[in-house]
């Protein structure tokens, strides 16, 4: 594929130059740093992106994920979830993974119980994922430290158990942001946590640090690791980032297949928020968006892109929307400098991100292209989806 956008619609478009950028700057902050960088697979598991991207390993939330790390990318394999079955502590046993962190002391128990007569037992790095019970997120479903959340365990509990076995621990509150929140956060930890630092070989400092961001403060980042590697110089520290890993690395391509009015224009794509992009309605947030008939598949609009405004911002606002019969199938409303056109095609920034990893066949609706830009104007498809994968999901 050579011509400007030769590809059927809807479509996920990975830009590989872009990935290479994300990973020369997570590499530079990892050796200044001082931190391991992994791979977070929960936002981003395309496998034909992997030989563009950096990291030491990655983190998994399932087997699925973790055996998809093995093979997949190498490096050391780390694993979390809220809660792990005996069937799938077996078979992350069985796959040999490094790095398990357990979400409660019951799971640590049930753990430390298979593992002593498993052949691989003796060789996983144990850890405990602590709630530091700080919160930096300003969305109530992504913050791990608000009031009743499941993930991580509290100081107080932590009192008259046993931790031989235990040789690391793991937190994660944050949720795209920048570095001064990664600082306070550790604050919070030393404050709390601090009498169990001197016993740890190892602490996973989680996901969330947006390090690829343009206004984000590596320096800050870098220095805060610094020092606390020279408070605990025996503690290896890993940061387990997935959106900074594909942050603005990625594109999503949908065309106008209508324009109704009511109360204002509304435009239905071959696209759905619902069924392609979910994170559009459950965070929810309104993905930037441009139109561009000379566009060559990079990550971010040119100078030529028509960049959508804020609604009313511009002379011309509509709402984007879904095919699907779900009513609150919506992306946002935009403004443009001129009047949406059946056949037009618009391009959704940062879309690698939280959106391949989440798509789903409600309506029968087909899941989208993916695609590989190698170079502009040169894509591969790497991806397609047809009837057997929505028949045979069910």
């Keep these: 594929m050579t011509s400007p956008e030769p590809f059927a619609t809807p479509a996920f478009v990975i830009d590989t130059l872009a990935l290479q950028r994300n990973a020369m700057i997570l590499t530079e902050v990892a050796q200044r740093s001082g931190a391991h960088m992994l791979l977070a697979l929960k936002a981003f598991s395309t496998t034909a992106a992997f030989p563009y991207m950096k990291a030491e390993g990655t983190c998994a939330s399932s087997v699925h994920e973790a ?15 809220a809660a ?12 040999g993974i490094h790095h ?16 002593a007569n498993h052949p691989n037992g003796a060789k996983v790095q144990v850890g405990l994922r602590i709630n530091p019970e700080h919160s930096e997120g300003q ?22 158990e046993d931790l031989t ?18 600082a306070r956060t550790l604050v919070a930890i030393e404050e709390k946590f601090g009498d169990l630092l001197p016993q740890i070989q190892w602490f996973n400092f989680g ?38 890993h594909v942050l603005n690395a990625g594109t999503f391509v949908a065309t106008v297949l209508d324009i109704v009015d009511n109360a204002g224009p509304i435009a239905i794509l071959d696209a759905s928020a619902a069924c392609h992009t979910p994170d559009v309605i459950e965070m929810p947030y ?7 008939h000379h566009w060559s598949g990079e990550a971010t609009p040119t100078t030529s892109a028509l960049c959508a405004g804020e609604a009313n911002q511009k002379s011309y606002t509509v ?5 699907s019969c779900l009513a609150g199938d919506i992306f946002g409303d935009y403004s443009f400098d001129r009047p949406l056109h059946v056949g037009d095609r618009i391009i959704f920034e940062d879309m690698a991100l939280y959106t391949m990893v989440k798509t789903n066949t409600f309506n029968g609706i087909a899941l989208p292209d993916i695609l590989l830009r190698t170079n502009p104007n040169v894509y591969t498809r790497v991806k397609h989806f047809g009837y057997e994968d929505f028949r045979s999901r069910l």
């Design 84 to 95: 792990f079955s005996i069937a799938d502590m077996n078979a992350l046993l069985d796959l």
């Design 139 to 160: 969305v109530p479903i992504y913050d791990p430290c608000a009031p009743h959340s499941r993930l991580g365990i509290k100081r107080d509990a932590f009192d008259g």
């Design 207 to 244: 996901g969330g640090h947006h390090i690829t961001r343009e206004d984000y403060d590596r320096t800050l980042l870098i220095q805060t690791l610094q020092a606390f590697h020279q408070r605990y110089p025996h503690i290896k520290m890993y940061l387990e980032p997935g959106e900074a």
């Design 286 to 292: 309104r993905p930037r968006a441009f139109i561009d």
């Design 100 to 115: 398990i962190t357990l979400n409660s002391f019951a799971q640590l128990r049930q753990w430390q119980k298979l593992a």
């Design 165 to 182: 076995g235990v040789t690391g621990l793991h937190c994660h509150n944050l949720c795209e942001q920048n570095s001064d929140c990664f």
């Design 319 to 323: 709402r984007l929307t879904g095919p």
């Design 67 to 81: 055996r998809l790390g093995m093979e997949c990318f190498g490096g050391e394999q780390h694993a979390f979830a």
